[in-house]
């Protein structure tokens, strides 16, 4: 885990990995810088899951530098809702690798997410909240490395009673996002292991360089 409030990663350090998950509830150390280097990653071929609160636009929340300037981000930054008791609403991409498995997702009684406008170019939409607001997109074509957009607050109810149910499927949405932004596609018994940026409060998961092993060893880390 890296909290990226007070020091950021180096392009170096993330190209250990092959997928970051990056959300924020303080403000980075130093956002432009951590933006560009999150776009140099991804230009270099690696993947990266976003989510909220990474989407708000204010408050120094959001992803700066390039990221922002050219529209790494799957949609236009908006500002924050809680509406509670959210679910899993319109699915548009049901074959999509990120809803495998996923049965059920319920926001909790905050159900926060980031009130995010239009797509930016290249991004689509997988699917949306119970009330319309969009939830989850990707962005596949636009750049070298895939992105994908998870337009909830990463930590659950273990860790908050208002966050979402840790009886649905969101650490599933999340793992299923990692490994379809990630450039090798594991086998089910591969050795997968995850390291953690972000923000004092919220964090960035990066998955380790995929190894061609059998093993059924898992190595993870909690986010949160």
Do not use: C, H
Not at 24 to 49: E, K, P, R, W
Not at 138 to 157: E, H, M, Q, R
């Amino acid at each position: 885990m890296l909290d990226v409030s007070s020091s950021t990663p180096t392009l170096a350090q993330l190209q250990a990995y092959d997928a970051v998950l990056s959300f924020s509830d303080y403000g980075f150390a130093d956002t432009t810088t951590f933006g560009n280097v999150l776009a140099d990653y991804v230009d270099a071929g690696g993947g990266v899951v976003q989510a909220t609160f990474s989407f708000y636009n204010g408050y120094d929340l959001d992803i700066g530098g390039r990221w922002k300037a050219q529209n790494y981000n799957v949609w236009q930054l908006g500002q924050q809702n809680n509406p509670g008791n959210l679910t899993l609403g319109t699915i548009y991409d049901p074959s999509n690798p990120i809803l495998a498995g996923v049965t059920s997702f319920n926001g909790g009684s905050a159900s926060f997410y980031n009130t995010v406008g239009s797509f930016n170019p290249g991004a689509v939409a997988v699917a949306d909240w119970s009330n319309g607001a969009p939830l989850i997109a990707v962005n596949t074509s636009t750049f070298a490395g895939k992105i994908a957009g998870l337009n909830f607050y990463p930590p659950s109810s273990d860790a908050r009673p208002d966050f979402w149910l840790s009886s649905t499927d969101g650490a599933r949405l999340m793992a299923n996002s990692l490994n379809f932004v990630t450039k090798q596609v594991p086998e089910p018994n591969s050795l997968l292991g995850l390291f953690a940026i972000g923000t004092l409060g919220a964090a960035s998961t990066l998955k380790r360089k995929l190894k061609p092993s059998k093993s059924t060893e898992k190595q993870t880390t909690k986010v949160g």
